[in-house]
């Protein structure tokens, strides 16, 4: 006699199983690649993201500006005290930066100093940091630079809303106002480079000074 075919019982999974089973297999295979795809799409555009706001960050932003300029008494690091109302007749740039401990801050005066073009104008530069004499010394020594700095507890940034500017929240970036003779405010340019080349910033002032 010939033998009985095998019966499927409860344990033995049958071809109608089998097929339940590879296609559960298979749906969640897709799932999970639906799944990686997204996390792979999503990561991108967080990197396109952040790249794009760090473009923007650093992208420098100049602009005209109207108004008086808020008065100031600083100390300085030669010891003694600078007033802004009392250098009007002169136009004045005031440039606020990190101060101690950036190079390149120190370096854009240095090589401001150096720029005849200036004087030859009658435009006094203030260099304004939130430091002390003896935190910012050291920096002006390195670099050469003769011109006494202007020594803020914050009060001064605050007024000119130069705070958190640049890549620290409770320091100016690196910016300029152009303050004409009669003590208003023409313009206003900050730069996340961390550098503008001096000529270039004597050709911002003139232009708007006229």
Same mark, same amino acid.
């Given at each position: 006699?010939?033998?009985? @075919?095998?019966?499927?019982?409860?344990?033995?999974?049958?071809?109608?199983?089998?097929?339940?089973?590879?296609?559960?297999?298979?749906?969640?295979?897709?799932?999970?690649?639906?799944?990686?795809?997204?996390?792979?799409?999503?990561?991108?555009?967080?990197?396109?993201?952040?790249?794009?706001?760090?473009?923007?960050?650093?992208?420098?932003?100049?602009?005209?500006?109207?108004?008086?300029?808020?008065?100031?008494?600083?100390?300085?690091?030669?010891?003694?005290?600078?007033? /802004?109302?009392?250098?009007?007749?002169?136009?004045?740039?005031?440039?606020?930066?990190?101060?101690?401990?950036?190079?390149?801050?120190?370096?854009?005066?240095?090589?401001?100093?150096?720029?005849?073009?200036?004087?030859?104008?009658?435009?006094?530069?203030?260099?304004?940091?939130?430091?002390?004499? +003896?935190?910012?010394?050291?920096?002006?020594?390195?670099?050469?630079?003769?011109? @006494?700095?202007? /020594?803020?507890?914050?009060?001064?940034?605050?007024?000119?809303?130069?705070?958190?500017?640049?890549?620290?929240?409770?320091?100016?970036?690196?910016?300029?106002?152009?303050?004409?003779?009669?003590?208003?405010?023409?313009?206003?340019?900050?730069?996340?480079?961390?550098?503008? +080349?001096?000529?270039?910033?004597?050709?911002?002032?003139?232009?708007?000074?006229?």
């Amino acid at each position: 006699m010939s033998p009985h @075919p095998t019966t499927p019982t409860s344990t033995t999974p049958t071809r109608h199983d089998r097929r339940q089973l590879l296609h559960e297999q298979q749906r969640l295979e897709q799932g999970r690649a639906r799944r990686r795809r997204w996390y792979l799409l999503a990561g991108g555009l967080l990197g396109l993201i952040l790249v794009a706001a760090g473009l923007w960050s650093a992208v420098p932003r100049s602009q005209d500006v109207s108004g008086p300029a808020p008065d100031f008494t600083l100390s300085t690091t030669a010891g003694d005290q600078v007033t /802004l109302s009392a250098l009007r007749g002169r136009p004045v740039i005031l440039y606020f930066n990190e101060g101690a401990g950036c190079g390149s801050c120190t370096l854009q005066m240095a090589e401001i100093e150096k720029n005849p073009g200036f004087a030859q104008a009658g435009i006094t530069v203030l260099p304004i940091v939130m430091n002390t004499a +003896d935190q910012i010394r050291p920096d002006l020594e390195q670099y050469g630079v003769t011109t @006494p700095y202007l /020594l803020d507890d914050g009060t001064v940034s605050e007024a000119y809303g130069v705070l958190g500017a640049g890549m620290h929240e409770g320091l100016p970036g690196h910016g300029f106002v152009l303050i004409d003779a009669a003590g208003i405010q023409r313009w206003y340019g900050n730069y996340p480079s961390m550098w503008l +080349d001096p000529q270039e910033l004597l050709d911002e002032a003139t232009k708007r000074l006229g």
